[in-house]
């Protein structure tokens, strides 16, 4: 259960309002006006509760649960304990995901601007702003309406950020043009130098940065995420593109449209990613490559080549992922052969 202390329950809510809120449906059978005052795991729920079932290795929990109501895709509606009121939804983790924000929706900072803010007169500034205590807005910033500044954030000269944006604690953003509705979680480091420079013996010289970070409606970057501005062109994340923590991001690489790019993934310079493209955690890519559209990264994958529209790939190097276990499984076989000689 949630703790009272962090998150406020705006409950309870009819399955009926519940139903309309998420897109799911009320089995038949169902009382519609049941009241439910909580979210909650199925092996934690109680009858005050509604729960979820997405993935059917939880199949033997729904079945015990002791849960009021579930979400449930409507092929395991049968697979329900007694007295358990249904939502049907085709997809039950998406539609538990909007009732949680029905219960849960996150909190707003009131408007108003910390006295202890230093703020350039030469800024611009949205309605409805809230700027925590000794955030930095400098000369020629732009500051959409209702976006909130986290305490010791720092918005550099000539930034622009969005309307309804949220710029985390400690975040710094520079040489940057965020979109509307942006998340930068706390301690972002956005527009940075990217790592430019011609090797000599003699001392590398260093190139000029002299891009950009263009980001897009909706994304969220992660907590101590860094995105390098640009070279020459500009570093861009497009829109609805979801970064989580502790990601680097090199000078000039674009995202496309919903990217999910997982934990500690690094992205070399250049690389250009297309829409929906999915990195999982830890993977590193070089530079200078095409990632197509839809393609998925494994884990720790090491990208060393362009990576095909759709395609899905694992291991350093990273091959097709149908390989990559084949590979494995013949590993496997002959560790075993070996340790069964005499």
Known sequence: MADPRFFQNQGPFSLARLADLSGAAVADGTDAEMAVRDV????????????????????????????????????????????????????????????????????AAPAGIDPTAAIDPAARLGDGLAVGAHACI?????????????????????????????????????????????????????????????????????????????????????ANTTIDRGSLQDTVIGDGCWIDNLVQIGHNVRLGRGCIIVAQVGISGST??????????????AGHLTIGDGAEIGAQSGIIGDVAPGARVVGSPAVPDRLFFRQMAMLRRLAQNRNQKP
């Open 138 to 222: 400098g000369a020629g910033a732009e500051i959409g309406a209702g976006t909130r500044i986290g305490p010791n954030a720092v918005i550099g000269d000539g930034v622009i950020v969005g309307a309804h944006c949220r710029i985390g604690a400690g975040a710094t953003v520079s040489h940057a043009l965020i979109g509307d509705r942006v998340v930068l979680y706390p301690g972002v480091r956005i527009g940075q130098d990217g790592f430019g420079f011609a090797p000599d013996p003699a001392g590398h010289v260093k190139v000029p940065q002299i891009g950009r970070v263009i980001i897009g409606d909706g994304c969220e970057i992660g």
């Open 272 to 285: 250009r990613l297309g829409n929906f493209v999915a990195v999982g955690g830890q993977a590193g890519m």
């Open 40 to 107: 909650a795991p199925l092996q934690q729920a109680d009858k005050g509760c509604i729960s979820f079932l997405e993935n059917p290795a939880y199949l033997k929990a729904f079945q015990n649960s002791d849960a009021g109501a579930c979400v449930v895709h409507p092929r395991f509606a049968d697979r329900a304990p007694a007295g358990m009121a249904l939502l049907l939804a085709d997809r039950p983790y998406r539609a538990y995901a909007l009732i949680a924000q029905a219960f849960y929706p996150e909190a």
